[in-house]
């Protein structure tokens, strides 16, 4: 199973709040079934979003984990206009590890919107809270792990 939503790089946002925490949150997961997780920092403007960082930090906790679970960096990329801008200048910045799959909140409003919308066009969305996932591709979902 893969996690694609998951604040647990520690110290970066209002996920994990230790490195310590962030080792529990990969034994739990892996107790759970989870055998891939994507951490997902917030890309807003309240925190600071730095790839090469968030990088850094993934990696140490690779090497807390022991590699299990699976870990890659993408992000919780809020819709705003900055960030669009930066994204169309230099996606890799976002995306999952290397694919072209970017992990989107649009914020609740929008994402009732495109629910209802979904639903009576008889749409399908993966819906998480608030979170709508909005692949940047046609092909067929496949992350590539
Ligand atoms: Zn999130």
Redo the contacts with the bound molecule.
């Keep these: 199973m893969v996690d694609i939503?998951?604040?647990i790089l520690p110290e970066v946002d209002d996920?994990a709040r230790s490195w310590e925490m962030a080792s529990e949150m990969c034994r739990l997961a892996v107790a759970d079934g989870v055998d891939h997780i994507v951490a997902?920092p917030?890309a807003n403007h309240e925190y600071d979003y730095n790839r090469e960082d968030l990088e850094q930090r993934l990696e140490r906790l690779r090497n807390i984990a022991g590699g299990k679970p699976l870990l890659t960096l993408g992000c919780?990329f809020h819709f705003s206009y900055e960030n669009i801008q930066d994204a169309l200048q230099q996606p890799g910045r976002y995306t999952i590890g290397a694919t072209r799959y970017l992990?989107v909140?649009l914020g609740i409003e929008a994402a009732r919107g495109l629910v209802a919308q979904a639903i009576f066009y008889g749409g399908a969305v993966l819906v998480t809270l608030v979170?709508i996932y909005v692949l940047l591709t046609s092909a067929p979902l496949n992350f590539g792990f």
């Design positions: 939503h998951c604040h996920g997902t917030h919780d992990l909140d979170t």
